[in-house]
């Protein structure tokens, strides 16, 4: 699933080639995709409005319209929204296209069907979408090292899921929270109870190093991230126990094991992981 990193990499490029584009036409080719309104209201939300700025909450990206609307878009886990040509054959699992006035097309491709559009007001963002409950963004300035430690101590319960808990703090998800806990030696089992304030200090260093470069290298693809342009990602070079289950540990070298928690998969070194 695209996190934070993938997200705001594709928020980025949106924000060079689509900003003052006009929406001449949205054509929807499956109507599950559109999450909110209905699909004639979506439709006319969108349809001629221009688009004013792009920016992203957690994993969703969010589009300003001139028709004081905003599209939202949720690509989760499959989805890629790519920048194309009209003439570009249409690929398996495309469910949305928007026709821009410079002529080129936005594409929603998806072949797990779960990715969701809406057209919304800031008001309707808020009661349909529950963007108010999320928490401060991972990588966000005014996420402190003490805010961090409050937010986290008000909680009980095992580290690796409460990190995916985009209500502790949005835009970390499976990826990177591995990656954080490995280069902090801190098992996903592990009860924050149990963390000191030395832990917790690095594991919001660690968390903050990793998403940097994340975003530096334009995301990490496993399987089906592209950007917009449909290039993949490189951090995925950089991962040291996410999807290396059997593989050697990079520190230690013995095996990285994988393991249900939270119902997500863990990936970590039970070596080097206390």
Not at 150 to 163: D, F, Q, S, T, V
Not at 194 to 203: G, H, K, Q, T, V
């Given at each position: 699933?695209?996190?934070?990193?993938?997200?705001?990499?594709?928020?980025?490029?949106?924000?060079?080639?689509?900003?003052?584009?006009?929406?001449?036409?949205?054509?929807?080719?499956?109507?599950?995709?559109?999450?909110?309104?209905?699909?004639?209201?979506?439709?006319?939300?969108?349809?001629?409005?221009?688009?004013?700025?792009?920016?992203?909450?957690?994993?969703?990206?969010?589009?300003?319209?001139?028709?004081?609307?905003?599209?939202?878009?949720?690509?989760?886990?499959?989805?890629?929204?790519?920048?194309?040509?009209?003439?570009?054959?249409?690929?398996?699992?495309?469910?949305?296209?928007?026709?821009?006035?410079?002529?080129?097309?936005?594409?929603?491709?998806?072949?797990?069907?779960?990715?969701?559009?809406?057209?919304?007001?800031?008001?309707?963002?808020?009661?349909?979408?529950?963007?108010?409950?999320?928490?401060?963004?991972?990588?966000?300035?005014?996420?402190?090292?003490?805010?961090f430690?409050?937010?986290?101590?008000?909680?009980?319960?095992?580290?690796?899921?409460?990190?995916?808990d985009?209500?502790?703090?949005?835009?970390?998800?499976?990826?990177?929270?591995?990656?954080?806990?490995?280069?902090?030696?801190?098992?996903?089992?592990?009860?924050?109870?149990?963390?000191?304030?030395?832990?917790?200090?690095?594991?919001?260093?660690?968390?903050?190093?990793?998403l940097?470069?994340?975003?530096?290298?334009?995301?990490?693809?496993?399987?089906?991230?592209?950007?917009?342009?449909?290039?993949?990602?490189?951090?995925?070079?950089?991962?040291?126990?996410?999807?290396?289950?059997?593989?050697?540990?990079?520190?230690?070298?013995?095996?990285?094991?994988?393991?249900?928690?939270?119902?997500?998969?863990?990936?970590?070194?039970?070596?080097?992981?206390?």
């Open positions: 699933m695209p996190e934070l990193p993938e997200v705001e990499t594709i928020k980025n490029d949106l924000a060079g080639l689509v900003v003052r584009c006009r929406i001449e036409r949205v054509e929807v080719l499956d109507r599950l995709v559109v999450r909110y309104p209905d699909v004639p209201t979506f439709v006319q939300r969108v349809e001629r409005a221009e688009i004013l700025s792009v920016r992203r909450r957690a994993k969703y990206l969010l589009l300003s319209l001139s028709s004081g609307y905003i599209l939202s878009i949720q690509l989760m886990v499959t989805g890629q929204l790519l920048a194309t040509k009209p003439e570009e054959p249409r690929r398996k699992g495309l469910r949305l296209i928007f026709d821009l006035d410079d002529g080129s097309q936005l594409r929603l491709v998806d072949s797990s069907f779960l990715a969701r559009v809406g057209a919304l007001s800031e008001g309707e963002l808020e009661s349909e979408f529950h963007l108010d409950e999320l928490g401060p963004e991972a990588n966000a300035p005014d996420l402190t090292l003490e805010r430690k409050e937010r986290l101590r008000a909680r009980r319960g095992m580290i690796k899921p409460l990190l995916l985009q209500r502790l703090v949005a835009g970390l998800g499976n990826i990177y929270a591995d990656e954080v806990l490995f280069a902090v030696r801190i098992g996903p089992r592990c009860r924050v109870e149990d963390l000191s304030d030395e832990d917790i200090s690095r594991i919001y260093d660690a968390m903050r190093r990793i940097t470069a994340a975003i530096a290298q334009r995301g990490t693809t496993t399987r089906s991230y592209r950007d917009v342009l449909g290039r993949k990602g490189a951090y995925q070079s950089s991962l040291m126990v996410h999807a290396r289950a059997g593989q050697p540990c990079p520190s230690c070298g013995g095996p990285v094991q994988s393991s249900m928690i939270g119902g997500r998969v863990a990936y970590f070194c039970p070596a080097c992981q206390r």
